[in-house]
């Protein structure tokens, strides 16, 4: 494996040198690698360089701009794709941006895509296997004894060591950082959402109760056989839509500081690892205390975002395990609490900004929802209310300038 680790690193020189005109590496920036070069200056900023007045038919032109930049590359649709690298590399898992550069470099991906199918493949497969039966095996055990402090060891130990296990089956190689801000019991832990490995990447370093929609099959059979030994909360699919409902449950558990941190991605599903979009703030008006915590992968070993519209859990799954590695850094953040006269959104959008500038990621401001569904009417009516407000304001100015000259 050494020698092929040298080798792989001799083959990434190669195609630097073999690059005709090598480009210089750009500061990681949310336009830096885009089609287009956004300027971020705010709409009525922007117009009042073009007027004086009131409306003008030149106004139509910042709105024709924007648009055609949400048609050529909008901000929102490119982060539920595979994050691109700046240079690609022989320990990237896909194969899509490799280019024929030597019958040399040829030979050593050939020789990496064997290792990875014919060697790496069935070892992970079979940790995972291991894995996932000493999880339903161990939590059924422990479920049957009394509820005490013998019971909560046990099942902690199962947990971390069965998560361990799977970690080891996708060659999982993680950094914690700030460890003292590890989520306490009776509080709530949120994080970044890149991919459902995510759970399995913070349970390695601590036990969490999950939070989560009841399923069928092997998922359904985890499920059942982990609650009995930890005090996980599953909804059916009717239970979940009613959120007064979801909130009362998770108020009583927060309430007992006995029970594991409630582990939850308030972000309703996976980003590309490039930004943190939109919390619900379902999660912030439970009350207690927020252990925010960013998971940022480094994507030149394995991609790790799972485009769920491209590609199903079984395909995602099999990509992960022929990939090299999954490499990632954890921050545990200090935690947070409401502030008085703070609303849910607001201390949501504050634990976010939080986790943004930890992991170097790009806040947005749109709803992960997104990504199945159209934009929502009010964000239209938002940007023409903005408008209207401006022409108001800016007329009223114009008046009055207009009767200090006449006086």
Not at 147 to 154: E, I, T
Not at 229 to 247: G, N, Q
């Amino acid at each position: 494996m050494w020698v092929l680790v040298k080798t792989l690193e001799w083959a990434t020189i190669r195609l630097q040198k073999g690059a005709k005109k090598p480009q210089p590496q750009m500061p990681r920036t949310p336009t830096a690698n885009g089609i287009i070069e956004r300027d971020e200056t705010p709409m009525e900023k922007e117009i009042s360089l073009l007027h004086r007045a009131d409306f003008e038919f030149s106004h139509i032109f910042y709105f024709c701009r924007k648009g055609f930049e949400a048609i050529v590359e909008d901000e929102v649709t490119q982060r539920f794709s595979s994050e691109e690298l700046l240079s690609w590399n022989l320990l990237t898992r896909t194969n899509v941006n490799f280019h024929y550069i030597s019958l040399r470099l040829t030979v050593v991906w050939v020789i990496g895509v064997i290792v990875r199918y014919c060697f790496l493949l069935p070892l992970r497969f079979t940790l995972a296997a291991i894995g996932i039966i000493s999880m339903i095996v161990g939590t059924t055990a422990v479920g049957q004894l009394p509820n005490g402090r013998v019971k909560n060891y046990l099942s902690e130990v199962v947990h971390l060591t069965c998560s361990r296990i799977l970690v080891r089956a996708l060659s999982g190689t993680i950094h914690y950082h700030n460890k003292e801000n590890r989520p306490q019991k009776g509080g709530i832990c949120v994080a970044n959402h890149t991919s459902p490995i995510d759970a399995i990447i913070l349970t390695n370093d601590g036990c969490y109760a999950m939070v989560g929609q009841v399923h069928g099959g092997l998922m359904g059979i985890i499920q059942r056989a982990t609650v009995k030994a930890c005090p996980h909360v599953w909804f059916e699919r009717s239970e979940i839509k009613d959120r007064h409902l979801v909130t009362k449950r998770l108020r009583e558990h927060v309430a007992d500081k006995t029970k594991l941190p409630i582990l939850i991605f308030p972000e309703g599903t996976c980003i590309n690892n490039t930004s943190v979009m939109m919390f619900k703030k379902g999660s912030f008006e439970i009350g207690g205390t927020i252990y925010p915590v960013a998971i940022k992968y480094d994507p030149q070993f394995g991609d790790a975002f799972w485009n769920s519209s491209k590609y199903n859990i079984v395909s995602y799954l099999l990509r992960i395990m022929t990939s090299w590695a999954i490499v990632c850094n954890v921050w545990y953040l200090p935690p947070m609490v409401r502030k008085e006269g703070e609303d849910a959104v607001q201390f949501a959008n504050r634990v976010r900004s939080a986790i943004a500038r930890q992991g170097g990621l790009t806040e947005l401001p749109w709803d992960g929802g997104l990504k199945r569904a159209k934009v929502k009417d009010t964000f239209k009516e938002e940007q023409q209310k903005n408008y209207s407000k401006m022409l108001v304001r800016n007329g009223s100015v114009g008046s009055l300038n207009a009767e200090t000259e006449s006086d």
